[in-house]
C-alpha cells in the first residue's frame, strides 16, 4: 500500500467528479437559457454529455437522464447522479496496485518480482530498438 499515491488517487478521483459536475451544470444553465445553438435536438445534447463523461476516467460514476421542462427552449433538461457504489468501490482500490495471474502457485513478493523483472526487460528491449542508429550499406 502506497500512502502517497492513496492520496494522490484519492484528489484525482474528487477534482475529476467536480470537473464533470461543474460541466454538466453549465451545460444544463445553457439548456434552461437557451443559449445552445449548435446543440439543437436531444440526441445532440446526449452526444456532448457523452463526450464529458468519457473526458475523464470518472465519467462512468454518472448517470445522467433528461427530464421534460416546458419552460426549457428545448423541452427538456438534464438531471444526473453519482453512483456513490461505485465510487466506495474503487476508493478500496487507491494506493495499490493490482496484478493479475493465471498461476495460482505465485504469491505476493514473487509475483512482484517477476513483474519487476518484465518491466526491466522491456524497458531493455525498447531502448535495444531505439537507441541503435543503424543504416543499411549500399555496397
Do not use: W
Not at 416546458?70 to 495499490?96: A, H, M, Q, W
Amino acid at each position: 500500500m502506497n500512502t502517497e499515491k492513496r492520496t494522490e488517487d484519492t484528489e484525482f478521483r474528487k477534482q475529476s467528479i467536480k470537473d464533470i459536475c461543474e460541466q454538466l451544470e453549465a451545460l444544463n444553465a445553457s439548456l434552461i437559457k437557451g443559449k445552445q445553438k449548435r446543440l439543437k435536438t436531444k440526441e445532440d445534447i446526449l452526444k456532448k454529455v457523452g463526450g464529458i463523461l468519457k473526458s475523464k476516467k470518472t465519467g462512468n460514476y454518472f448517470k445522467v437522464n433528461t427530464k421534460d421542462d416546458l419552460n426549457c427552449p428545448l423541452g427538456f433538461v438534464l438531471e444526473y447522479t453519482t453512483d456513490e457504489t461505485k465510487i466506495e468501490s474503487d476508493k478500496r482500490l487507491d494506493g495499490t496496485f493490482v496484478i493479475q495471474t493465471d498461476h495460482p502457485d505465485f504469491e505476493g513478493e514473487k509475483l512482484v518480482k517477476i513483474f519487476k523483472d518484465l518491466n526491466a526487460m522491456e524497458t531493455a528491449f525498447r531502448t535495444i530498438k531505439n537507441n541503435i542508429d543503424i543504416r543499411p550499406m549500399y555496397h
